[in-house]
C-alpha cells in the first residue's frame, strides 16, 4: 500500500480537480515524478532509493507538503506543486510557506492546471496557518503569481555551488 507524504485532509474540499484528474499528496511509490521535475529544472541522477530516501526524509520532517495532479486515465502525475513549511522563532514562533517546484508537463498547459495548483497551497497555507507565504519567480511569471494575491518584495539573493554533494539526512 502507498504511502502519502501528507495527510490529505489537508487537501481543500473546496477545490476540485478537473474531471479526468485526481489531486492527491506525493506518494512513496511516484518515482514517474522525477520526469515532470525535469521540465522544470536540473533534476541529476536520482534512483529509486534515493528518492525512497530522500521522501522518507521529507515525511520524518512533516513540513513538506508536494501536492500532485495524476492524469487517472494514465495514471500519469502531470502537474505538481510544493508547500514548504518554516518553523521560526519570530512571529510567536509562528511558520512561514514557501512555495516550490510548480510545474505542469508541457502536454497539459493552457488548461489552468497550474492556477488548480496554486490555488491549492495557497489554501493549505491558511489551512496551516502560516503568517506569511512566498515564492520566487522568473520575472516573466510574475503577473501570474500576482493573481493570487502575490506582490513584489524585497531583492532576492541566490548563492550556488557547482556540482554540490546530495547528503541524505535523517
Not at 519570530?90 to 512561514?96: E, P
Not at 519567480?137 to 531583492?155: A, D, Q, R, V, W
Request: aromatic share 10%; proline share 3%.
Amino acid at each position: 500500500m502507498p504511502v502519502s507524504l501528507f495527510d490529505e485532509i489537508l487537501l481543500p474540499i473546496n477545490i476540485k480537480a478537473p474531471e479526468g484528474f485526481c489531486l492527491r499528496a506525493l506518494r512513496d511509490n511516484d518515482f514517474g515524478y522525477l520526469e515532470l521535475l525535469k521540465q522544470l529544472t536540473s533534476v541529476g541522477h536520482v534512483t529509486k532509493n534515493d528518492f525512497e530516501q530522500r521522501f522518507l526524509s521529507m515525511k520524518k520532517a512533516n513540513s513538506y507538503y508536494v501536492v500532485v495532479l495524476e492524469h487517472i486515465q494514465t495514471a500519469k502525475i502531470v502537474g505538481a506543486a510544493t508547500l514548504v513549511i518554516e518553523f521560526k522563532f519570530i512571529h510567536g514562533a509562528g511558520s512561514r510557506g514557501r512555495v516550490e517546484d510548480v510545474v505542469v508537463d508541457e502536454s497539459m498547459r493552457g488548461q489552468k492546471l497550474g492556477v488548480l495548483l496554486n490555488r491549492v497551497l495557497v489554501d493549505m497555507a491558511k489551512t496551516i496557518g502560516v503568517y506569511k507565504l512566498s515564492l520566487e519567480c522568473k520575472t516573466e511569471l510574475k503577473p501570474f503569481y500576482n493573481k493570487f494575491g502575490y506582490s513584489e518584495n524585497l531583492h532576492f539573493m541566490v548563492q550556488r555551488f557547482d556540482e554540490p554533494q546530495s547528503v541524505l539526512l535523517d
